[in-house]
């Protein structure tokens, strides 16, 4: 099942929720930087002990890790690095559709039953909302396929997003 809010993502009673995270995992901006308030110290802590794929990168583009919620009503926060947008044409669809994909698996893997996202690489990343909320709507749809009893919410920042969402959502 498929929900569209217009809320606060780090006040979400569910099993988890995704962090529109940079590659670090060590905080910043937009829903990132509420996350990592909302949540405290252990949680910066967590992710500074997830291991560097490369110096300075803990988390790929596209790709997803998890930690504990800490302080969060979530019970985990799943961190993904959703693409830069340019213009389209550099694999930003397709990674941003592993954000989508790799977040539910971890979800999966991990027992969840209720999942929330915010509206990834829509804000500073500046991916174009209507472009994102296709990819997002079309991954999540397809793991709901064979996923039926995860709940999953899409947060929107704004009204404006969550009308996009809603759009899309029949």
Excluded: W
Aim: glycine share 10%; aromatic share 8%.
């Amino acid at each position: 099942m498929i929900k569209i809010i217009q809320g606060d993502i780090t006040t979400l009673a569910v099993d988890a929720i995704v962090n529109a995270a940079n590659q670090a995992m060590l905080g910043g901006g937009g829903v990132d930087g509420a996350i990592h308030r909302a949540a405290g110290r252990e949680l910066f802590e967590a992710c500074l002990k997830t291991p560097e794929v490369r110096p300075g990168v803990r988390c790929p583009t596209g790709e997803a890790r998890i930690t504990p919620g800490f302080k969060l009503p979530a019970k985990f926060v799943i961190h993904t690095v959703g693409p830069v947008y340019r213009d389209g044409q550099y694999g930003e669809p397709e990674k941003l559709a592993a954000c989508y994909r790799n977040s539910l698996a971890l979800a999966a893997e991990n027992g969840c039953k209720s999942i929330a996202f915010p509206c990834i690489s829509t804000g500073v990343y500046g991916y174009p909302i209507e472009d994102a909320a296709k990819i997002a709507v079309r991954e999540v749809s397809t793991f709901l396929e064979s996923h039926p009893d995860v709940e999953v919410i899409f947060c929107c920042f704004s009204e404006r997003d969550k009308r996009v969402y809603e759009s899309l959502v029949r």
